[in-house]
């Protein structure tokens, strides 16, 4: 019933290729299916200004897609002249999730850039970001504590995203560009290596929906962070 | 317990004034509590570009704040020459919101702006100017009907938002400032009259939360939407 | 004769709220008619950096209008991106004009911005928002009295505006919009309390005028200003 | 007692050459001491939107300073991405000025645009931009009938600008720099060649002005206006 | 001597993947040592306005480099809120590159975007964009010819690019970062497939250069393009 | 055979008057025929930050060109909010072209400025900002050392630039603007008073071109230079 033929809560493939961009502190390619996502973290010494003398550091990220990585090309953002409101708001997101993820006294007064550049778009791309991100993140403060500036592990736990809705009538995991441009419900979902909930995004793109829809979506999203959790560890061995 | 020394679950008192601005197709005052949002409604009689030949129409909403409508004063976004992040990402929810309680097609190819300024912000102006905003709409509506230029109510139910959280450990509805800038979870939930879901957006501000937290503020969240849909009707008589 | 059937030397009828914004060390909504502005004040610790170590303070102010104060709605200014030519304008004579009516030294090194939001225009927003900006401007000035901050009242006098014109051959007081499109001569006087100029805009709009034609408006100018001054110490009560 | 040890009344030398722009319809480089501006007329074929099957045409200004034409550089503003908003009120106020003295009837759906860039500043530079902009409106005009284009003189008479005074208390026409910096009152007189008025702007700079100062400064308008329609007249035989 | 261990005269290895981007209908991955950049082609069925009824298609291109591409990271174009100098030198570069390579007028009133986004950067960025943009707009043309809708082959001949330079007193061929950060002249020439010349750039960054020093960095581009064109041929076999 | 009916090897007349703007540090207008560039060169006492510190000064550039200064009206960069990329190209040229004359260390940390505004163009406007704007530091840099504030000559050299081209056929110098939007192949040339070369950009215009042709232009470019040498030797007189 799905475009792809996938089972109602079979998540597409997934890879995460570490160590893809050489001058970065941390950095992978993430896959999920044809949605492939460039990460890299980059460490800067100094925490934004409002953090000054708090001890506290930050975790910030920006998302920006190749102009060909969808169907028809986009405008190239920094031709335009600015950032959407969607780029906009997908980038503070991946932000606001990793964040939730680092214990920021930990990390000291200190700032990791967190770049999500989409190559190629086939649906999912903020979760793809966050997924990879977090992966990124990983590595860079894992060189921060090898290198003993860090002596706290910051990293809290995993943080993964997926995205569900309601495709024909059904639940289903892990929506492509297919399945996402006619859901009649779309959803986001940030959790911990835990389950635990980091954020919720549901919204109706056409009909309404329920409590009961809620928890459907709900359960395969816990279905597909396990494995995307799975997906991350086997990137780090 | 609260600040305001409200129950947990008791919203702030709720008004909306029709009528307040002279020139436009609909408008209200909302005041939620210290939170005053003034919202207007332009019938235009073009649909955007992409809906050209496509018999359907659009609503659309852009969102500011006076410059100290805070407590501090902000930077006004026309001097610094763009709309943040965050009223980017506001105004997207207030059009998509309310576009998801219209039917466009009866709509017809025209557009329906919603102006949502907030005069004065203590907490949870992006639910107030979903509220207000849908009452603006549902004025300028009613002018097409009554001139017969739209034939069938192309408004398919009320729609209404409020934000809960979790503060001091305990689900509150209604956050206000004080709250807000100090829950662990902040969540914002838009519904029909008929109670039915068109957005939930749910973010752990620090601590993760669980599925049991969840169900908590969506029982809170269905109690404040119905005593709003209260005050929407109650302005229209 | 005229479109609301005053008499030549008749203004419109004129409100000044106080204390309508309570964040704002001073504020006030005033109404000129169907004309409505917001106006508030703030205090800011730091002068402008051109002062630094002068002893001076400043006085600035920032004008906007919302997108449907007006009879069809204007671009919001934050969205296109910058300040139009007029509002830049506007908000430059606001801040000369109250600047004009104020000791800096006695102020010492410290900045108010005046805002002046347009709720609903109908003519004259630019004079009512330099009357009602000295009315905030006044009441923050007191709280710096209050609180001992400043000792010499740096307020020299009131500052008043009020507009004229030649419509349909005949020179009158207060410009409504109806008259305001239509005039020959448009112009616009900034007095003190003591009936000193601070700023007189003249401009032929189609035909140009004479000196008596100056002499007039000039003359009904300080006829309305007299009003003005006496609605600002009503407010102030 | 005037830095440059004129009279009172006396205006400085003004030169106006034409036809230094070879490509321009009209041109001319105005000098009024040691304030040069070049000016330029450019006409198109077509009129603003705005203006589509009016039958009538447009007349508009736009107004730059050399980085370098001040004792110190300014920033480029094509570098700072924007005209200052001194900038823009001065091309709205020149633009303004010549509109009234043209029939835009006669002119016919065309849009001619004056550029007035100035070389090297010493005070007045809009009043002389706005006098040599005259000058080079006039050429192309005369281009436009010449081709039999245009049948009828759009141009209804001459316009000119001088700028006055209160300068250590005394009454001085045509302020340089020197001046301006130190005036108490300082005002723009725009005039037609028949000594009407098309705009008057006074400010006050520290101390406010009486009626009796406007008359003052008036009648030295009239006298410099007189001289520089001379000039006017000289350059364009 | 080369901090690379090169010969003088020696390429870094070049490999051309396609077909990467399965949205593009041309795309390649090159990478030039550690420089990579992905290059697309996409094919819009307008060309630019001022072609219109020209019978004259145009190729054009856009360049980007990914923020951490560099060995520290750069701000984001799209955050900044515009393309540099540099990126807007580069990418005209590119374009007028390629087109040089195309018979406009076979290629009919359509428009080709190359975008060359850098991925990882180790000098060299604007001549691998232009060798791998080459191969991107090849594989996009042979679609055109393929579906019937171009008939004659616009590709003139192969268009490739390599830097040369004087580093440490001595003539080497393709520079990576380490060099060209010191090099003493710095020089891009863009070669035909038939070793004719499109374009030379040669610029001291120092010390000045003479004409012999030209003909023999001259001499080593040849060299260079030649392995080049032999790159372009292996990729598209 | 030229529209100008010049010599292949003939430049166009070329004059250059200094002192030409009183509040700059080195101002000259060079005119090559009918192209007229302002020069000035502005003194700043810092130096960028990026050489806080270092004991070496900077030398940059700014080019603008008046909205006439071309057959048709090109639109204002200022008001266009942006400059182009064809102008940010230039004024990096100019300022790397000059910097490669001077000894930044003699310089010390200061910046000169170098503004390069084209009245009127008719064709290689950028070479002549070249060679006007090295007049203009030339004669700045005399102002340093007369002070006594720079003690050893940073100058090592003049610098000049000229452009040849291509033209029907033909190698030809000094392209004015009716060759050079013909040319085949255009070609601009920097080189010290000694012939030594600063850099050289050759782009085919249409057809490729060979060795040989680099050369024949390579002849005329030092034939032009020596002409434009002893045009700033005598305008330094």
């Not at 409002?50 to 986009?74: D, H, I, S």
């Not at 494995?227 to 780090?236: D, F, N």
Request: hydrophobic share 40%; net charge neutral; charged share 20%.
């Amino acid at each position: 019933m799905r475009p792809s033929a996938r089972h109602l809560d079979q998540m597409r493939s997934v890879s995460i290729e570490t160590g893809v961009m050489k001058h970065a502190e941390g950095s992978c390619l993430i896959k999920m299916g044809d949605t492939h996502v460039l990460c890299s973290a980059s460490i800067e010494d100094k925490a934004p200004s409002f953090l000054k003398n708090t001890g506290q550091g930050w975790v910030t990220a920006e998302y920006g897609m190749l102009p060909r990585a969808t169907n028809t090309r986009n405008r190239r953002e920094a031709a335009a002249g600015k950032q959407s409101g969607r780029t906009q708001e997908i980038q503070r997101l991946i932000g606001r999730a990793l964040r939730a993820g680092v214990d920021r006294r930990a990390l000291g007064e200190r700032q990791i850039v967190i770049d999500c550049d989409v190559l190629q778009a086939d649906g999912g791309t903020r979760c793809a970001a966050i997924t990879g991100g977090w992966v990124a993140l990983r590595l860079a403060v894992n060189k921060l504590i090898k290198a003993g500036i860090v002596t706290s592990d910051p990293i809290l736990d995993h943080v993964v995203a997926v995205s569900c809705g309601i495709y024909a009538g059904q639940p289903v995991l892990d929506l492509d560009y297919a399945e996402d441009s006619n859901a009649g419900t779309d959803a986001n979902f940030i959790l911990t290596g835990g389950a635990r909930l980091i954020e919720v995004q549901m919204s109706a793109e056409g009909a309404s929906f329920s409590r009961v829809d809620m928890g459907q979506l709900m359960d395969l999203a816990e279905l597909g962070c396990t494995e995307l959790v799975a997906a991350q560890k086997l990137a780090l061995v």
